[in-house]
T-cell receptor, first 116, second 120 residues
Framework: LAKTTQPISMDSYEGQEVNITCSHNNIATNDYITWYQQFPSQGPRFIIQGYKTKVTNEVASLFIPADRKSSTLSLPRVSLSDTAVYYC?????????????????FGSGTQLTVLP | NAGVTQTPKFRVLKTGQSMTLLCAQD?????MYWYRQDPGMGLRLIHY???????AKGEVPDGYNVSRLKKQNFLLGLESAAPSQTSVYFC???????????????????FGAGTRLSVL
């Protein structure tokens, strides 16, 4: 399994940039890296996905080094509403019914608290 | 657009009782998943399905069974509930490949709101 490791918690202040790193030393060639955000009493929701180098969308950037053994989610200018748990998920895009989804490994998540 | 709907939202069981959790999605997704979430442990995959009529084991399948008789529904069953199955259960669905709208789905999972289950 592509085990992932994230910091348990992080604090930041409004308006700052936040970088959350996920370690995935055993990532497989066909694995992608996907980040999700979860608020209390809700299911996770998608933030960003990437395979290598840098990906950017309207809410975040994802940096993946050449060896792909880690990834960093970057949230620009956070606000109080960004307080949530952030998970990285490493696994293949295409699933087959022979146990490949065992490789869908969520990290334990990082509790981000944004302070005023 | 409802997305992924889970029923029930809450349930309390006694040890040894059985129950079925229902997940329904209206996005025509091929893939569906059941996760459990325990404090400090993130989400762990119980079972998943890559299409109607197919199911497969995830990371923690023991004590659970699933069925996917219709593409839009994925059922999770507990035949004999145990206190260790007290958890929050999340269902998700996703798709990969051309989605008929000119876009390429990237296996992004859409989650339901969760079912909080307590086994006494």
């Amino acid at each position: 399994l592509a085990k992932t490791t994230q910091p348990i918690s992080m604090d930041s202040y409004e308006g700052q940039e936040v970088n959350i790193t996920c370690s995935h030393n055993n990532i497989a060639t066909n694995d992608y890296i996907t980040w999700y955000q979860q608020f209390p009493s809700q299911g996770p929701r998608f933030i960003i996905q990437g395979y290598k180098t840098k990906v950017t969308n309207e809410v975040a950037s994802l940096f993946i080094p050449a060896d792909r053994k880690s990834s960093t989610l970057s949230l620009p200018r956070v606000s109080l509403s960004d307080t949530a748990v952030y998970y990285c998920l490493v696994g293949p895009r295409i699933l087959i019914s022979s146990g490949s989804a065992r490789q869908l490994t969520f990290g334990s998540g990082t509790q981000l608290t944004v302070l005023p | 657009n409802a997305g992924v709907t889970q029923t029930p939202k809450f349930r309390v069981l006694k040890t040894g009782q059985s129950m079925t959790l229902l997940c329904a999605q209206d996005m025509n997704h091929e893939y569906m998943y059941w996760y459990r979430q325990d404090p400090g442990m993130g989400l762990r995959l119980i079972h998943y399905s890559v299409g109607e009529g197919t199911t497969a084991k995830g990371e923690v399948p023991d004590g659970y069974n699933v069925s996917r008789l219709k593409k839009q529904n994925f059922l999770l069953g507990l035949e004999s509930a145990a206190p260790s199955q007290t958890s929050v259960y999340f269902c998700a669905s996703s798709s990969y490949g051309p989605n008929g709208t000119g876009h390429y789905a990237k296996n992004i999972q859409y989650f339901g709101a969760g079912t909080r289950l307590s086994v006494l």
